[in-house]
């Protein structure tokens, strides 16, 4: 792997008087040495905070030899059941993974084959304790928990989730709302599928936020980022936010180093991008200016 420079890395702070908290996550660290680059830069120089760790994808040793030898950064457990590899043999998940070992690319799918077939649902419990446990095996703490395409959020695997988190002592979680009305103020480009997201995460939140109460459980009260997912670029992020609410945020972001091999390019061809708004100083400036303080889910009030 191409040797970084050790940069100052962003300043981290608990909260300071009248300042609001705000997390900079970058998902999918794991999946590939270039987003693994890019989340370290993003974090050595940039705004990143946080970050969401694939335990089971081709870098993920190396995201977590990383991650141990950049304690500022705060790491969670990025749970994949679709878009991804299986930790279990496929022996033990025959209903969840392929003869490869690969979920199914497919959320819809995936959706439906948890919700209506018992045996994919004891598979299921299996899977997600798996990926914990080899997660607590990493020796990092766990930061918070979050899921590859949110797919935590449905209804079977956040019941689940929610024991496991108990479990394991992780009491905080992302979970997204579809923020349609000033996302699509913003970037009204592919309405019908942001319109069909939004509707759909705003009626999983309501239920997630249902279940948590009275748990003990921290979420960021937003998270942006659900219908600029790949395109989360500088100029949109210096729109967005002076316009966020005034409460402890989350923005999470997909970066990717400018030298990623050509597959990793055609699956995130705009995670350059997305790296360039991180590492933006106009984007750092607006935050300080609209009395955001950046920081991790262990310092959500």
């Avoid at 659900?226 to 500088?234: I, S």
Wanted: proline share 6%; glycine share 6%; aromatic share 6%.
């Amino acid at each position: 792997m191409r040797k970084l420079l050790r940069m100052e890395s962003p300043q981290i702070t608990v909260n300071p008087p009248h300042r609001i908290p705000l997390i900079i996550n970058g998902d999918d660290f794991g999946y590939s040495s270039a987003v693994n680059r890019a989340i370290l830069q993003a974090h050595q120089e940039g705004i990143l905070t946080s970050t969401s760790l694939m335990v089971n994808e081709r870098a993920a040793d190396e995201a977590v030899q990383l991650a141990k030898a950049t304690p500022s950064l705060a790491v969670g457990l990025h749970l994949v059941l679709v878009l991804g590899r299986a930790t279990l043999p496929i022996t033990q998940i025959p209903h969840l993974a392929d003869a490869d070992g690969n979920f199914t690319n497919s959320p819809f799918v995936a959706g439906v084959t948890y919700f209506f077939s018992p045996a994919a649902r004891r598979e299921l419990k299996r899977e997600m304790r798996a990926q914990f446990e080899k997660f607590a095996a990493t020796g990092l703490p766990f930061s918070h928990v979050d899921g590859h395409t949110h797919l935590h959020m449905h209804p079977v695997i956040f019941d689940e989730l929610i024991k496991l988190c108990e479990e394991f002592k992780v009491r905080r979680l992302r979970v997204v709302k579809g923020e349609m009305r000033l996302s699509l103020r913003l970037d009204r480009s592919q309405l019908p599928i942001k319109l069909v997201n939004g509707i759909v995460f705003n009626l999983l939140a309501r239920r997630c936020e249902k279940k948590l109460r009275g748990r003990g459980f921290m979420v960021p009260e937003n998270v942006y980022g659900l219908l600029q997912t790949g395109n989360l670029n500088e100029e949109y992020l210096l729109s967005l936010i002076p316009q966020m609410a005034r409460t402890s945020c989350e923005i999470y972001a997909h970066p990717l180093a400018p030298d990623a091999e050509a597959w990793n390019a055609r699956e995130n061809p705009r995670g350059t991008l997305e790296l360039q708004a991180l590492l933006s100083p106009r984007v750092r400036e607006v935050i300080q200016q609209t009395g955001f303080q950046i920081t991790t889910y262990q310092h959500l009030p």
